[in-house]
């Protein structure tokens, strides 16, 4: 399987909303609502920020947000804060019980 | 609450094998769906493997086929990651993870902490 498609980079100021995608394909994201996304800063366990999609875990701000529109799987944060910068991934099923991860995002605020 | 510890970090020669633990808390090995997720420096995260609670079989990416092998011993709530034939490109840190509701929905809400192994002649 191919490496899902994530912008190499975003940023934002505080306060501000921003976008990060991620693109696949009809044999992963454009077929199954397996979406999740994942924060990480370095040096740390990943943490689930969205999974199926739209649907933040008990304890995730909602200020975190994940949509999809074809085989392009989204994940917005509004508010932007310091603290949101870090590394951010997705994730899909993709058939017979395989998972592909995008190739990441790193987020700035500036 | 689930709690995964996984083994200290490694250091091979090119051509050897590694084999790193994730020993599970709070719940039992066979209420969960254990995965293996690795990233190298500088790199995304990449998923090896992991349980597919459908057939009851371990399902591994094409890329490790051949090389790796994910086993549990029940009896400790211990996982297992081995990949053999090292090289370079393996140096990494790898990750055991899991979700608690039966590894259906594939994603991970329980990571282990990350064990580096390190592959240097």
């Known amino acids: 399987q191919s490496a899902l498609t994530q912008p190499a980079s975003v940023s934002g100021s505080p306060g501000q909303s921003i976008t990060i995608s991620c693109t696949g394909t009809s044999s992963d994201v454009g077929t199954y609502n397996l979406v999740s996304w994942y924060q990480h800063h370095p040096g740390k366990a990943p943490k689930l920020m969205i999974y199926?999609?739209?649907k933040r875990p008990s304890g995730v701000s909602n200020r975190f947000s994940g949509s999809k529109s074809g085989n392009t799987a989204s994940l917005t944060i509004s508010g932007l804060q310091a603290e949101d910068e870090a590394d951010y991934y997705c994730?899909?099923?993709?058939?017979?019980?395989?998972?592909?991860f995008g190739g990441g995002t790193k987020l700035t605020v500036l | 609450q689930v709690q995964l510890v996984q083994s200290g970090a490694e250091v091979k020669k090119p051509g050897a094998s590694v084999k790193v633990s994730c020993k599970v808390s709070g719940y039992t090995l066979t209420e969960l769906s254990m995965h293996w997720v690795r990233q190298a420096p500088g790199k995304g995260l990449e998923w090896m493997g992991g349980f597919d609670p459908e057939d009851g079989e371990t399902i591994y990416a094409q890329k490790f086929q051949g090389r790796v092998t994910m086993t549990e011993d029940t009896s400790t709530d211990t996982a297992y990651m081995e990949l053999s034939s090292l090289r370079s490109e393996d140096t990494a840190v790898y990750y055991c993870?899991?979700?608690?509701?039966?590894?259906?929905?594939?994603?991970?809400?329980?990571w282990g902490q990350g064990t580096l192994v390190t592959v240097s002649s």
């Open positions: 199926e999609g739209t």
């Open positions: 994730c899909s099923y993709a058939g017979s019980s395989s998972v592909v």
């Open positions: 993870a899991t979700d608690l509701n039966g590894g259906y929905l594939y994603y991970f809400d329980y």
